[in-house]
């Protein structure tokens, strides 16, 4: 079960949370509109598609890339959520500054996806504060320079150890249980080698007994296995997704959704599923 503010999923399927990035606007007009608009079109055509979660953020955390300060991000995803205030499932905020939580949940957000796991206190404040969901992620480092060089003893312990703490801090807030999900953090400070070691070893995460996320689409890892180029991942994502499904995970986060879906029903048709 996952409670996610006034939605609710069983989770008797796997779910699929489409990936919508509010991009800067290019025109020099001084206005968002267009990239307002532009955002809010790719949600409504997510989910068409056949998205269960629509994931908003206004800031790449893609390797190296530059960060984007909190007015800056407020202006970029506010407009978005606010459009997309009545939609018929849940929004989640992809971000980790506390002020962005509180602002994107006022405007009516039901999830925060957060890739620093709530580990500032005004971030576990803002989630307890409210009745939305929570993706808690575990990355080694600051997104401009986790790639350097990814370092574990023992990457499946160390990650599952940092998830079990902090599903411990959330629900010490206050944050129920069936309100948190749990994300490896694909990508996130790991070598090609952890991050298959990561997939290869996803039921050791859901022994930890709360949903898990898997986030591997277009990642360079599918690159590196592959060669191909960021957008040419396709069908690497959708093969990888399938992968996490098998393995335990409960959501997949892509950007492909109406592909996964298709994948996703041939998964659920014959693990017994008729939805
Ligand atoms: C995630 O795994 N990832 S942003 C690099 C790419 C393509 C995509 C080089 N936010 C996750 O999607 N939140 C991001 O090509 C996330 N889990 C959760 N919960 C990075 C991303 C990407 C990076």
Same mark, same amino acid.
């Given at each position: 079960?996952?409670?996610?503010?006034?939605?609710?999923?069983?989770?008797?399927?796997?779910?699929?949370?489409?990936?919508?990035?509010?991009?800067?606007?290019?025109?020099?007009?001084?206005?968002?509109?267009?990239?307002?608009?532009?955002?809010?079109?790719?949600?409504?055509?997510?989910?068409?598609?056949?998205?269960?979660?629509?994931?908003?953020?206004?800031?790449?955390?893609?390797?190296?890339?530059?960060?984007?300060?909190?007015?800056?991000?407020?202006?970029?995803?506010?407009?978005?959520?606010?459009?997309?205030?009545?939609?018929?499932?849940?929004?989640?905020?992809?971000?980790?500054?506390?002020?962005?939580?509180?602002?994107?949940?006022?405007?009516?957000?039901?999830?925060?996806?957060?890739?620093?796991?709530?580990?500032?206190?005004?971030?576990?404040?803002?989630?307890?504060?409210?009745?939305?969901?929570?993706?808690?992620?575990?990355?080694?480092?600051?997104?401009?320079?986790?790639?350097?060089?990814?370092?574990?003893?023992?990457?499946?312990?160390? @990650?599952? =150890?940092?998830?079990?703490?902090?599903? *411990? /801090? $959330?629900?010490? !807030?206050?944050?129920?249980?069936?309100? #948190? %999900?749990?994300?490896?953090?694909?990508?996130?400070?790991?070598?090609?080698?952890?991050?298959?070691?990561?997939?290869?070893?996803?039921?050791?995460?859901?022994?930890?007994?709360?949903?898990?996320?898997?986030?591997?689409?277009?990642?360079?890892?599918?690159?590196?296995?592959?060669?191909?180029? @960021?957008? =040419?991942?396709?069908?690497?994502?959708? *093969? /990888? $997704?399938?992968? !996490?499904?098998?393995?335990?995970?409960? #959501? %997949?986060?892509?950007?492909?959704?109406?592909?996964?879906?298709?994948?996703?029903?041939?998964?659920?048709?014959?693990?017994?599923?008729?939805?």
């Amino acid at each position: 079960m996952l409670h996610c503010g006034k939605f609710q999923f069983d989770l008797a399927r796997p779910l699929v949370m489409g990936i919508v990035n509010v991009t800067p606007d290019s025109f020099s007009d001084g206005g968002r509109h267009a990239s307002t608009a532009a955002a809010i079109a790719h949600a409504v055509q997510l989910l068409e598609d056949g998205a269960d979660i629509l994931d908003v953020g206004g800031e790449s955390t893609r390797p190296g890339a530059a960060e984007v300060s909190e007015q800056e991000e407020l202006d970029r995803v506010l407009p978005v959520i606010e459009g997309l205030r009545g939609i018929a499932v849940p929004v989640s905020i992809d971000t980790y500054k506390p002020k962005v939580m509180r602002a994107a949940l006022d405007a009516g957000a039901s999830m925060v996806n957060d890739i620093n796991a709530l580990q500032k206190d005004a971030s576990l404040e803002a989630v307890a504060g409210s009745d939305a969901a929570v993706c808690l992620m575990h990355k080694q480092g600051a997104p401009q320079t986790m790639q350097q060089q990814p370092q574990y003893r023992d990457v499946i312990a160390e @990650v599952s =150890e940092f998830l079990h703490r902090r599903i *411990a /801090a $959330a629900e010490a !807030a206050g944050i129920a249980r069936k309100r #948190i %999900v749990i994300d490896p953090g694909f990508g996130f400070g790991k070598t090609l080698a952890h991050n298959l070691d990561l997939l290869r070893e996803l039921e050791t995460f859901c022994a930890l007994g709360v949903p898990v996320l898997a986030g591997l689409s277009r990642k360079s890892m599918l690159g590196a296995i592959t060669g191909r180029d @960021v957008n =040419e991942r396709m069908t690497a994502s959708v *093969a /990888a $997704a399938l992968l !996490a499904v098998q393995r335990g995970a409960a #959501i %997949v986060r892509v950007h492909d959704v109406r592909e996964t879906v298709d994948v996703l029903k041939i998964w659920n048709a014959v693990n017994g599923s008729n939805k």
